[in-house]
């Protein structure tokens, strides 16, 4: 039940709050925020899941979108957030890499 609620949802970028959700359905929401540190640099700052849907890949989704976000803007990243810092480890992209300040 958990994953199909999860794959058939739509993770939304609030660039106004500088944040990308995915509703999981009633009340629940996984939030990572960023904040800009520069022209073309953000930090992605933290990700948070509802623990009963932690472990479901929920973060993943959430952390390739703000990656994909900062490859398709063409801008560096810090990471402040342990799990994408994970989350890169095990998902070595080169355009991923490529755009880490560190």
């Known amino acids: 039940m958990w994953l199909s609620l999860v794959s058939n949802s739509k993770i939304e970028h609030d660039r106004h709050r500088k944040c990308f959700t995915l509703s999981l359905g009633g009340l629940e929401t996984a939030v990572l925020r960023y ?7 953000v930090n992605l700052l933290t990700t948070q899941v509802p623990v009963a849907f932690r472990g479901k890949g929920v973060a993943a ?30 998902n070595p992209m080169s355009e991923y890499k490529d755009k880490i300040v560190t």
């Open 35 to 41: 904040e800009f540190t520069g022209d073309r640099e």
């Open 61 to 90: 989704l959430l952390a390739k979108s703000a990656l994909d976000f900062v490859v398709e803007e063409n801008l560096r990243a810090h990471i402040s957030c342990w799990y994408i810092k994970q989350y890169i480890t095990e």
